[in-house]
């Protein structure tokens, strides 16, 4: 404990000085002045000022440095004035070193009067660095994802496809072969070819929503309809579907995103909501693409919420909130007994084609 200590020699007193002396957050106490009084070793570790040099000058011009130092003073301030503050911010040690930390700041009230404030501070530095590294991998992750749907996407086209069109054509002339023959061998050519038929509808559909080459081709304004169409074929949910005419280009980031947010909405509609009717809006606002889903569906519970469940958040919502996020957007969801809206804006950013 730094020498400046105040506490008594008593038990309780010594019982208290050692559980703030092995804390291992940092601890530093300042009288209702903000004067310094006290701090643990886990602050002088931290911050690496001796109690001395901690007494001899304001704390924040000591800890946060000149760039930090409104933040800074408008933290203590509040906490002189009587509220407790709770802040992730970055703070200076001795050796110019920043460091991340989160902070409380806490009045001392005695007999309800400020005798002091007390600041705790935890290094949350690693623990920052640790999301940014889960960051760049989910990134990575993304991106992995999106060339192998490219990749089946193509393998899919481009031989199976291929190999079932060849089939249908032989099949074709099947027919014609034994257009003379039996009911029942006939009739069993008819189906083969119908299931042909289905297969490569299928898998063509199935390859166009792995990877959208209309997307690349003609951008949002074509692919976002055909979306649409397709899903109210596959579905039978009638689709409304608004958008801002001529919508142009943006970046692939974008496109995908929004196309992948609607893809992904749509299938919620379909799988969870019960609902007969979609709306899709996507309109150009300012500088960002706003869209929403929003269906008549049973909602997320049967009771009546506008609040995002939490625990009703999987995989499919928490991707789409991320990728917008990611981009610098916004992402929403409300949804009561009378059915669930998705909202979402992902700013355009630069304008990558024309
Ligand atoms: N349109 C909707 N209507 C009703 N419930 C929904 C809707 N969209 C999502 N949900 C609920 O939210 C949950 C999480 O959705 P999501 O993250 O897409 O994961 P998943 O679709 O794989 O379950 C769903 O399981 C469902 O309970
Ligand atoms: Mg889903």
């Known amino acids: 404990m730094c020498p400046s200590t105040r506490m008594g020699p008593d038990t309780p007193a010594l019982y208290l000085r050692a559980l703030i002396e092995t804390c291992p957050i940092a601890i530093v106490v300042l009288d209702a002045q903000h004067h310094y009084t006290m701090c643990n070793p886990s602050f002088e570790r931290l911050f690496q000022y ?33 509220s407790r503050v709770h802040a992730v911010a970055q703070r200076r040690r001795r050796d110019g070193m920043i460091v991340d930390v989160e902070i409380y700041g806490i009045p001392l009230m005695l007999d309800g009067a400020l005798s002091g404030v007390y600041g705790l501070y935890q290094d949350v530095t690693e623990r920052n660095h640790a999301k940014k590294a889960v960051r760049a991998m989910a990134d990575q992750l993304d991106n992995l994802q999106q060339e192998e749907r490219r990749r089946i996407a193509r393998e899919l086209h481009d031989s199976t496809s291929q190999e079932l069109a060849v089939l249908n054509w032989n099949l074709t002339r099947l027919r014609t072969l034994v257009a003379d023959g039996d009911e029942a061998l006939k009739s069993l050519v008819e189906e083969t070819k119908e299931i042909a038929y289905q297969c490569s509808a299928r898998i063509r559909s199935a390859s166009y929503l792995l990877h959208p080459p ?21 579905s039978g949910i009638r689709v409304m579907l608004e958008m801002s005419e001529g919508l142009g280009r943006y970046g692939d980031e974008v496109e995908i995103a929004v196309f992948r947010i609607v893809q992904e909405g749509l299938s919620n509609v379909m799988r969870h909501s019960g609902s007969t009717v979609v709306k899709i809006s996507l309109y150009l606002r300012d500088s960002s693409l706003e869209l929403s889903v929003s269906d008549e569906g049973k909602g997320y519970s049967s009771e009546s919420t506008t609040q995002e469940p939490d625990n009703k958040v999987g995989v499919g919502i928490r991707g789409m909130r991320e990728r917008v996020e990611q981009l610098g957007g916004w992402f929403k969801i409300e949804s009561t007994s009378q059915g669930t809206k998705l909202s979402a804006a992902v700013p355009i950013g630069v304008v990558s084609r024309g």
Not at 214 to 231: H, M, Y
């Open 214 to 234: 209309l997307l690349g081709e003609a951008g949002l304004t074509l692919a976002i309809p055909w979306l649409a169409e397709g899903f109210e074929q596959r």
């Open 50 to 82: 001796t109690p001395n040099e901690l007494a001899s000058a304001n704390l924040d011009y000591l800890i946060a440095g000149p760039e930090r130092l409104e933040e800074a003073f408008g933290l203590s301030r509040k906490v002189l004035q009587g």
